[in-house]
């Protein structure tokens, strides 16, 4: 059920949710709609999914384990598709303007897997560094055939392009030393890049050619520690929106409340408004991930976390939500871009997983990504299952619940990213 955000204190409960303005809550005319979600097929023991929408609406998720999945029907339904040909680790996936389809793959250095055919079968592979201590890497597509890579290579935020559909890539480059976790890189253009980060406070890697140089922006102080993974977000008009969880305290583990945030910059990043708490403070919250449509309307989601039981502490890391049952909540504004935005929050669905999310400790595999599908709905792909049962307190540390399986909810009515 929507419930009503304020700015910095608790949430009321009424029948959706709002950051007010100055002059007080107020009760939207229409919220989102969502389909039943949707179990892709031969997902068993998949997680961290990722996904991107074709041209023409045609859906495509992938996951770590190479596997790739599409929809024809705007999510109604899935079919397996060819593996990419990386060696598994952290994955994510691009569609260029040609319906070519990127797949990148962590292990063997970071490469990106082709489909020219919808992703039936992945025609070449090309690695995008030579190799380093390497983690969570992330692809974005623009234009035709351009393809934005980064990848942690050890403290450092390592970035190549290529500008022929990953036939080849050119050489890495550092864009930061010190860039913690960073998020997804957007390709909001051929030309404009921009890279999400920690390192003391939220930051952003900015590129106006295509990646040759870089300005470093401060975004946000954090009052505790981030939780993974900041994510950013350009509208057509050219607003900047950048998402981030932070914990409230710096110790794991943590017992500070996680909170999801966003703010918003109109100036290219330079500046940047006030960060609006979006989630609930009472429950757990985590992986927030962004996308923006027309000028001011944004949609943010994350899994939100609802205790079982009343919670006295005020301990909300997702790694020791052990009586906490799961969902996917969604933030959307169709103002995002104003002095004082006017935010809503609702489910998206119902629970999806129970016990811990634990990034820290085994289990359920963590991020999920939200995408825009043509006409502005929005489509989720994120993991379900993977419950935590009691037996699995009796191996604390090596494993709480098993790795689930990966479903995909759209987005059917209401506002969107574009109109309504």
Same mark, same amino acid.
Do not use: C, F, K, M
């Given at each position: 059920m929507p419930s009503t955000l304020a700015l910095g204190c608790a949430s009321l409960l009424v029948a959706a949710v709002l950051v007010p303005a100055a002059a007080g809550l107020t009760t939207p005319s229409s919220v989102p709609t969502f389909a039943p979600p949707v179990d892709l097929p031969d997902a068993e023991g998949f997680g961290e999914p990722s996904i991107a929408a074709a041209p023409d609406g045609t859906?495509?998720?992938? @996951?770590?384990?190479?596997?790739? #999945?599409?929809?024809?029907? @705007? /999510?109604?339904s899935w079919t397996r598709q060819a593996n990419t040909l990386g060696n598994g680790g952290d994955s994510d996936v691009g569609v260029d303007l040609d319906g070519l389809v990127y797949g990148s793959d962590l292990s063997n250095? !970071?490469?990106?897997?082709?489909?020219?055919?919808? !992703? @039936?079968t992945y025609t070449y592979v090309t690695a995008t560094v030579p190799g380093g201590n390497l983690d969570r890497e992330w692809i974005s597509v623009a234009g035709h055939g351009d393809v934005y890579a980064t990848v942690r290579d050890g403290n450092a935020l390592v970035f190549s392009a290529s500008h022929d559909a990953a036939h080849t890539f050119s050489s890495p480059v550092t864009?930061?030393?010190?860039? /913690? #976790?960073? /998020?997804?890189?957007?390709?909001a253009s051929p030309l404009d890049l921009y890279i999400p980060y920690s390192s003391g406070g939220m930051k952003l890697a900015?590129?106006?050619?295509? /990646?040759?140089t870089w300005t470093l922006r401060d975004v946000a102080d954090i009052a505790g520690a981030d939780c993974l993974f900041p994510a950013v977000a350009r509208d057509a008009a050219g607003t900047l929106y950048a998402v981030w969880c932070e914990l409230g305290g710096v110790a794991y583990p943590s017992t500070g409340k996680a909170k999801v945030f966003v703010t918003a910059s109109a100036d290219d990043g330079a500046t940047w408004s006030t960060p609006v708490l979006l989630s609930d403070d009472a429950d757990y919250n985590t992986y927030p991930w962004v996308t923006a449509g027309s000028a001011g309307r944004v949609m943010v989601a994350w899994y939100e976390g609802i205790p079982r039981l009343p919670d006295p502490l005020p301990m909300r890391d997702a790694g020791l939500a052990f009586l906490v049952d799961w969902h996917v909540e969604v933030a959307w504004s169709t103002t995002a871009d104003q002095a004082i935005p006017g935010w809503q929050r609702e489910a998206a669905t119902g629970v999806s997983h129970s016990g811990p999310i @634990?990034?820290?400790l085994g289990g359920l595999l963590d991020f999920f990504e939200i995408t825009e599908q043509p006409g502005g709905n929005l489509a989720i792909a994120y993991v379900t299952g993977g419950d935590l049962v009691p037996a699995d307190l009796l191996s604390l540390g090596n494993g709480l619940g098993s790795v689930g399986s990966l479903a995909a909810v759209v987005q059917t009515g209401g506002p969107n990213l574009r109109a309504g």
């Open positions: 859906l495509y998720i992938v @996951a770590p384990g190479t596997a790739t #999945w599409r929809s024809d029907n @705007a /999510g109604a250095r !970071a490469p990106v897997s082709v489909s020219t055919n919808r !992703a @039936a864009v930061v030393e010190n860039g /913690g #976790w960073p /998020g997804n890189i957007l390709a900015v590129s106006h050619d295509a /990646g040759v @634990a990034h820290e």
